[in-house]
């Protein structure tokens, strides 16, 4: 018999969580427990819906987050299954739970990457895109698009995402104060390159984001790194630099999820930040790396949304909300003649962009694909955002402070001993695992590190961080 086993769970509507999480986290919950074990058959999703009394796409979006996390496998025309590979799985994590602590032991099989805050290219919508990219090439002005485009994108993708600025983000902007671009760095280097002349000199965040910094210098500008703190980038030593030096001509920050701490600029530093670049003429380049991912009531507003502000460059990427691969990223600006500068650079390096593609993003968009997939890959983030902070809190309370973050793809680590983060990454690539050492953060010595979850899978998280606990502890 395929299915010997009696599912026995109700869904409550009444929760926030939707009901294919309920589905899809029971299911996994009978699977930690062995209650379902490797190779047994789950219930045709048909079936299912007919047993809960559901909409049967809710089933399948069920299972779908399972078949992402790898909990089951599907084998054409026979159904769903609970994967074979488990059994270990399963058993390490019994073993881990009594003595990880006290014998934490070397990961074995694939290195364990802790990135740079990427997403999980499993739960990419890659074969809505695909068929989109298919449909475009069958339309009958198809040979319309094979020609050259503009500089700046394609138009009604353009008004696309001027309207997404718009009503998401409380911005106003139009299509013609917007540049397509091949990822947001190359936003970032169009803008450097652009706006910045030799001997210039650059605001940035320390710790802070260390390839826009190499754009900036590679126009030949000096940078001006200013600390920290839990409320975002010091506005106070930002106005004694402006009264130290008369050639600042730009600010770069993160001020959503400051990068790498994930801490969000005050309204009061803000408001500070926009009077000071209004008074001393500043360009404010305003970099929202991970907008979309958000699991509080709503998204901070950009800065770049403020009216009164004056000069700004606002960028942001499409890469990590449809797939990591697809480089689409943007920039807004009310600064025509700059817009201007960048467009000419863009026809000298790349002429134009992927006409097609975004062809293809802009038919997601409007078809909704992107907002459900928004919305389901919300869902996800969130769910693995508080498995991992109850990681965190079971096994590095004690040697580290962190906080959970309303939203991105990341932790901030901030061990309470200073570490020699030299040995600490050498130990820890002993055990498999790598992280980013700090010195990637700044120039200055920093005593935290960014774990961040997005690629990495629950097991890898749950094999992981007990490890990285004990090490921290050797230095205690």
């Known amino acids: 018999m395929l299915r010997p086993w009696k599912l026995e769970f109700e869904i409550d509507k009444k929760l926030d969580k939707a009901v294919y999480l309920q589905i899809a986290d029971t299911l996994i919950g009978d699977i930690r427990s062995g209650r379902l074990k490797p190779g047994d058959a789950l219930p045709g999703s048909r079936n299912l819906a007919m047993m809960l009394k559901i909409n049967r796409n809710t089933v399948v979006e069920a299972y779908q987050v399972l078949l992402n996390e790898e909990w089951v496998i599907s084998k054409e025309r026979k159904g769903i299954f609970v994967s074979e590979q488990l059994p270990a799985l399963h058993e390490k994590r019994i073993r881990r739970a009594s003595d990880a602590l006290d014998h934490p032991t070397t990961v074995q099989g694939v290195m364990i990457n802790f990135d740079d805050g990427h997403p999980d290219s499993k739960i990419a919508p890659v074969t809505e895109l695909a068929r989109a990219y298919r449909q475009i090439f069958g339309i009958k002005a198809k040979w319309q698009m094979m020609g050259y485009g503009d500089e700046h994108g394609e138009i009604e993708f353009r008004k696309m995402i001027s309207q997404m600025l718009n009503h998401r983000r409380g911005m106003q902007i139009n299509e013609h104060e917007i540049s397509i671009t091949r990822g947001s760095q190359m936003a970032m280097f169009l803008t450097a390159q652009s706006l910045l002349t030799a001997g210039g000199c650059v605001i940035v965040e320390d710790p802070g984001y260390q390839p826009a910094w190499q754009a900036f210098e590679y126009a030949g500008a000096k940078l001006l790194p200013v600390p920290v703190d839990e409320n975002g980038i010091h506005v106070e030593v930002i106005e004694k630099l402006l009264t130290q030096h008369k050639n600042i001509k730009a600010i770069y920050i993160t001020p959503h999820r400051q990068y790498p701490t994930m801490v969000t600029l005050s309204l009061s530093r803000r408001l500070k930040l926009i009077e000071l670049a209004n008074q001393h003429n500043i360009t404010i380049i305003e970099d929202d790396y991970d907008n979309e991912f958000h699991f509080g009531y709503r998204p901070i507003l ?143 010595y920093i005593n935290g590190f960014r774990l961040s979850y997005g690629s990495v899978s629950e097991e890898q998280l749950e094999q992981s961080i007990p490890i990285i606990a004990e090490i921290f502890k050797q230095f205690s």
């Open 302 to 444: 950009p800065i770049s949304s403020f009216p009164e502000l004056n000069n700004y460059v606002y960028v942001g990427t499409l890469s990590k909300v449809v797939a990591p691969a697809l480089r689409i990223g943007y920039l807004a600006t009310k600064n025509l003649d700059l817009l201007q500068k960048i467009g000419s650079l863009r026809k000298i390096i790349d002429v134009h962009g992927d006409v097609i593609m975004e062809q293809a993003v802009l038919q997601l968009i409007k078809e909704g694909a992107v907002k459900k997939h928004i919305r389901k890959a919300t869902a996800h983030y969130k769910n693995k955002r508080d498995f991992v902070y109850g990681l965190l809190t079971k096994y590095m309370k004690v040697v580290a402070h962190f906080t959970l973050p309303e939203g991105g793809l990341a932790f901030w680590i901030i061990p309470k001993e200073t570490l020699d983060w030299d040995k600490v990454t050498a130990l820890l690539l002993e055990k498999n695992i790598k992280i980013i050492h700090p010195k990637q953060y700044s120039r200055n």
